[in-house]
């Protein structure tokens, strides 16, 4: 069994965030780290290849497209246990949008086919939670979305998608896509000997070149999307505030009844 | 010249930093509170690997080094000493003799168990009126038939009277004017470990009186050749001064983030007390002595790693961030007003647990004589 996760270095949670006005994209020059729910995703992939038993013929690749430094969030999830790193990085990828990105991964993916391709929800930065239909679409892969809990039989995927009004179960034969929401599992911490392993394992760098892709199809040129304006949200509109007169919580109930809310 | 970590020392650091604040923090007040040994957390550190981190994968370590070992004990203290220096003893103190000093057979019997964490080891040095001052030791060990004959007497031993200790190396007058060290398996006839000593801080870590009377130990535990024992403490006691240092330091640390929060909430004659100089100045010259501390504790670590001579440094470091953590401590509690003095706040059990960082490992008046020393005076 073949996993690849598709995992994004993002600005680390501590940092303040701050667009660039000049180039209108987010400063990605501070501290960087592994996007949360990628870490669930990467202990998923872990869980099923140790589970399959198959432990030889497993393995779990992680493929990621960013900045040469990424490389340092990937090795959080080598230190966890991952097998190697296919990385696409290249100067002309750089602000690459989102059908940029999938053709990109959809490229580096079709090196690996892979029979299993994990993401993560949605990363911290964009939290665009579309880049996996995206590249789905360009593999022709079936695609399971939201995964809060996920089986592997027969050659099937059987994924239990969290939706805003319960459960939907989805089963896809295999090869797939599957976005897995941060309620799928804990992930692991990487341990000491994992993370002194973690410089023996591969890590391998492409270019555009090494995936025989054109510069034009990749960064801004490549992208069918272009960022005119940003501007704060509108202020709120009017608000209301009650004072607590030792009735309160009698006026709040009355106010989420007066909005339907309960 | 490079003040940069490696990656996998930045790493190392990191999974502390998030194991400490989501698995040690929810917990460290109860243990505190009820005076519990967190047997749950030493098998948790003990599966990552941070129970033997510098000792080599041959033994069952992590293969880590110094730098690493310093960070992690940093990262663990800044939330909770009592489950740093749970760590700190058993790998700094406890593990380390035998690594140094034990024979390949002694390496192989105890240091796997030592350090994958699932037995814990103790180093008995103190007694009741010797420490430092360690040749007034009084325990003696007698060669009889075989074994070595134990009688004496040992204090504020960490780790040996757990459920999980295995066993504890102790210095022992082996002749006239000879100290030996001997390893002694938890369990051995004539041994006795009192109930657990009641502290002012490091209530979660197990401190304990030995007492050896007729204690017979095989030959085989002599540690090293007949005679070391001095020379071999004091080699474990330069090491041990990097994780009381990295111990300072994490305390510093933990006790500014907690001034640091807490300045930005607390409202006094209208605004944030963070907006009044009197707080900034202190937490301005806090992190700067804490950068400072970091970096002489970083150094000490930095010069083992690279086989070079570090019992000045490390001595230094232990002085400086056992100071500095009291400064730290103090002003921190300060600027938390009265609700620093209650128990619900973090600081309160920062401020118990600061003091022993000064004592215990040669007090501050110890660490200036062995600096006096180094600089020839």
Same mark, same amino acid.
């Given at each position: 069994?073949?996993?690849?996760?598709?995992?994004?270095?993002?600005?680390?949670?501590?940092?303040?965030?701050?667009?660039?006005?000049?180039?209108?994209?987010?400063?990605?020059?501070?501290?960087?780290?592994?996007?949360?729910?990628?870490?669930?995703?990467?202990?998923?992939?872990?869980?099923?290849?140790? @589970?399959?038993? /198959? $432990?030889?013929?497993?393995?779990?690749?992680?493929?990621?497209?960013?900045?040469?430094?990424?490389?340092?969030?990937?090795?959080?999830?080598?230190?966890?246990?991952?097998?190697?790193?296919?990385?696409?990085? /290249?100067?002309?990828?750089?602000?690459?949008?989102?059908?940029?990105?999938?053709?990109?991964?959809?490229?580096?993916?079709?090196?690996?086919?892979?029979?299993?391709? !994990?993401?993560?929800?949605?990363? %911290?930065?964009?939290?665009?939670?579309?880049?996996?239909?995206?590249?789905?679409?360009?593999?022709?892969?079936?695609?399971?979305?939201?995964?809060?809990?996920?089986?592997?039989?027969?050659?099937?995927?059987?994924?239990?998608?969290?939706?805003?009004?319960?459960?939907?179960?989805?089963?896809?034969?295999?090869? =797939?896509?599957?976005?897995?929401?941060?309620?799928?599992?804990?992930?692991?911490?990487?341990?000491?000997?994992?993370?002194?392993?973690?410089?023996?394992? *591969?890590?391998?760098?492409?270019?555009?070149?090494?995936?025989?892709?054109?510069?034009?199809?990749?960064?801004?040129? $490549?992208?069918?999307?272009?960022?005119?304006?940003?501007?704060?949200?509108?202020?709120?509109?009017?608000?209301?505030?009650?004072?607590?007169?030792?009735?309160?919580?009698?006026?709040?109930?009355?106010?989420?009844?007066?909005?339907?809310?309960? | 010249?490079? +003040? /940069?970590?490696?990656?996998?020392?930045? !790493?190392?650091?990191?999974?502390?930093?998030? &194991?400490?604040?989501?698995?040690?923090?929810?917990?460290?007040?109860?243990?505190?509170?009820?005076?519990?040994?967190?047997?749950?957390?030493?098998?948790?550190?003990?599966?990552?690997?941070?129970?033997?981190?510098?000792?080599?994968?041959?033994?069952?370590?992590?293969? $880590?080094?110094?730098?690493?070992?310093?960070?992690?004990?940093?990262?663990?203290?800044?939330?909770?000493?009592?489950?740093?220096?749970?760590?700190?003893?058993?790998?700094?103190?406890?593990?380390?003799?035998?690594?140094? &000093?034990?024979?390949?057979?002694?390496?192989?019997?105890? +240091?796997?168990?030592?350090?994958?964490?699932?037995? !814990?080891?103790?180093?008995?040095?103190?007694?009741?009126?010797?420490?430092?001052? =360690?040749?007034?030791?009084?325990?003696?060990?007698?060669?009889?038939?075989?074994? #070595?004959?134990?009688?004496?007497?040992?204090?504020?031993?960490?780790?040996?009277?757990?459920?999980?200790?295995?066993?504890?190396?102790?210095?022992?007058?082996?002749?006239?004017?000879?100290?030996?060290?001997?390893?002694?398996?938890?369990?051995?006839?004539?041994?006795?470990?009192?109930?657990?000593?009641?502290?002012?801080? #490091?209530?979660?870590?197990?401190?304990?009186?030995? %007492?050896?009377?007729?204690?017979?130990?095989?030959?085989?535990?002599?540690?090293?050749?007949?005679?070391?024992?001095?020379?071999?403490?004091?080699?474990?006691?330069?090491?041990?001064?990097?994780?009381?240092?990295?111990?300072?330091?994490?305390?510093?640390?933990?006790?500014?983030?907690?001034? &640091?929060?807490?300045? *930005?909430?607390?409202?006094?004659?209208?605004?944030?007390?963070?907006?009044?100089?009197?707080?900034? &100045?202190?937490?301005?010259?806090?992190?700067?002595?804490?950068?400072?501390?970091?970096?002489?504790?970083?150094?000490?670590?930095?010069?083992?790693?690279?086989?070079?001579?570090? @019992?000045?440094?490390?001595?230094?470091?232990?002085?400086?961030?056992?100071?500095?953590?009291?400064?730290?401590?103090? #002003?921190?509690? *300060?600027?938390?007003?009265?609700?620093?003095?209650?128990?619900?706040?973090?600081?309160?059990?920062?401020?118990?647990?600061?003091?022993?960082?000064?004592?215990?490992?040669?007090?501050?008046?110890? *660490?200036?004589?062995?600096?006096?020393?180094? !600089?020839?005076?």
């Amino acid at each position: 069994m073949k996993i690849a996760v598709c995992v994004k270095h993002v600005p680390d949670a501590a940092v303040t965030k701050r667009i660039d006005p000049g180039t209108k994209r987010l400063d990605r020059s501070g501290e960087g780290s592994l996007n949360p729910v990628d870490a669930n995703a990467v202990e998923e992939a872990l869980r099923i290849r140790d @589970a399959t038993g /198959d $432990g030889a013929e497993g393995e779990v690749v992680l493929v990621s497209l960013g900045p040469e430094k990424a490389i340092d969030s990937l090795r959080k999830a080598l230190a966890m246990g991952a097998d190697r790193v296919l990385l696409v990085s /290249d100067p002309d990828a750089a602000g690459s949008d989102l059908v940029a990105t999938s053709s990109l991964l959809a490229k580096a993916l079709e090196r690996e086919g892979a029979d299993l391709v !994990l993401f993560g929800q949605q990363a %911290s930065d964009s939290d665009g939670a579309v880049l996996w239909a995206a590249v789905a679409e360009r593999l022709r892969l079936p695609l399971i979305s939201q995964v809060a809990e996920l089986t592997l039989e027969g050659g099937a995927v059987t994924g239990k998608r969290q939706t805003e009004f319960g459960y939907d179960v989805i089963r896809a034969p295999l090869p =797939a896509v599957v976005a897995v929401a941060d309620s799928i599992n804990e992930p692991r911490y990487p341990s000491l000997k994992g993370i002194m392993g973690a410089k023996r394992k *591969q890590q391998d760098v492409l270019s555009l070149a090494d995936l025989e892709i054109e510069a034009e199809r990749a960064g801004a040129s $490549g992208s069918r999307t272009e960022v005119l304006a940003l501007s704060d949200p509108p202020p709120r509109g009017e608000t209301r505030k009650l004072e607590d007169d030792g009735t309160g919580a009698e006026k709040i109930v009355e106010f989420l009844a007066e909005k339907r809310l309960v | 010249m490079d +003040l /940069d970590l490696t990656p996998e020392q930045e !790493l190392v650091r990191d999974t502390v930093r998030e &194991f400490a604040r989501d698995r040690v923090a929810p917990v460290a007040e109860e243990l505190d509170r009820e005076s519990r040994f967190p047997y749950e957390l030493v098998r948790e550190l003990g599966e990552l690997g941070l129970m033997g981190l510098p000792i080599p994968e041959e033994y069952g370590g992590a293969g $880590g080094d110094t730098v690493s070992y310093a960070l992690a004990i940093e990262e663990l203290t800044r939330i909770d000493s009592s489950v740093a220096i749970t760590v700190a003893a058993h790998t700094s103190l406890g593990t380390m003799p035998i690594f140094l &000093f034990g024979s390949e057979e002694q390496k192989r019997k105890w +240091l796997p168990e030592l350090a994958s964490g699932t037995k !814990l080891a103790a180093f008995g040095l103190t007694e009741a009126g010797a420490g430092s001052d =360690a040749g007034a030791t009084r325990t003696t060990a007698e060669l009889r038939d075989g074994n #070595w004959v134990v009688d004496g007497s040992k204090m504020f031993i960490t780790n040996a009277g757990t459920d999980i200790s295995g066993c504890v190396t102790i210095t022992a007058r082996t002749g006239e004017d000879e100290i030996s060290n001997l390893i002694v398996s938890n369990g051995t006839a004539g041994y006795e470990i009192s109930a657990p000593l009641k502290k002012l801080g #490091w209530k979660a870590s197990d401190t304990r009186e030995l %007492s050896f009377r007729d204690c017979a130990v095989p030959e085989g535990n002599l540690l090293g050749p007949r005679g070391q024992g001095f020379h071999q403490f004091l080699e474990i006691l330069d090491g041990g001064r990097i994780s009381v240092a990295a111990m300072g330091v994490g305390l510093a640390q933990g006790a500014y983030d907690l001034a &640091f929060a807490y300045a *930005q909430e607390r409202e006094q004659f209208g605004k944030k007390i963070s907006r009044f100089q009197a707080v900034q &100045f202190r937490l301005a010259d806090l992190a700067t002595e804490i950068e400072a501390g970091r970096a002489l504790t970083l150094r000490a670590a930095w010069l083992k790693d690279r086989g070079r001579p570090f @019992a000045r440094e490390a001595a230094m470091a232990k002085l400086y961030t056992g100071e500095l953590s009291n400064r730290a401590a103090n #002003w921190s509690l *300060q600027i938390h007003g009265g609700y620093g003095y209650m128990d619900e706040y973090a600081i309160s059990r920062l401020y118990r647990d600061q003091k022993i960082l000064e004592i215990g490992e040669g007090t501050n008046e110890v *660490q200036r004589m062995v600096i006096a020393k180094h !600089l020839g005076l």
